[in-house]
Nanobody, 123 residues
């Protein structure tokens, strides 16, 4: 998967918003469960959000619930992550990922990974 970062990661002040996009290259996303993970130096990956292939089901990590929203547009082969009320602890490299299964998405190894995009939140 290719992560489209043109309207994605960057530097923002605490309380600000960003929207990440992940556009597939060479593969359709329409039958994949999709999600976002993030990683900071010295830490294991952290689950951020997931969405079923139909868009009907979503799941969020505790740290972002109520602030982030995952969505998808299968016609555009793109998954989005709207991040609001950003905090310095949200600073990380964000990766989109896809898997054939939605169940236990946050614990799966993932079938596909996109390139990461850096998000930096200043206090």
């Amino acid at each position: 998967l290719r992560c489209s970062c043109a309207s994605g990661g960057g530097l923002v002040q605490s309380g600000g918003s960003l929207r990440l996009s992940c556009a597939a290259s060479g593969r359709t996303l329409s039958r994949l469960a999709m999600g976002w993970f993030r990683r900071t130096p010295g830490k294991v990956r952290e689950f951020v959000a997931a969405i079923e292939w139909s868009g009907d089901g979503t799941d969020y990590g505790n740290a972002v619930m109520g602030r982030f929203t995952i969505s998808r547009d299968n016609a555009k082969n793109t998954v989005y992550l709207q991040m609001n009320n950003l905090k310095p602890e949200d600073t990380a490299i964000y990766y989109c990922a896809g898997d054939r299964h939605y169940t236990d998405f946050n614990r799966r190894a993932m079938d596909y990974w996109g390139k990461g995009t850096q998000v930096t939140v200043s206090s």
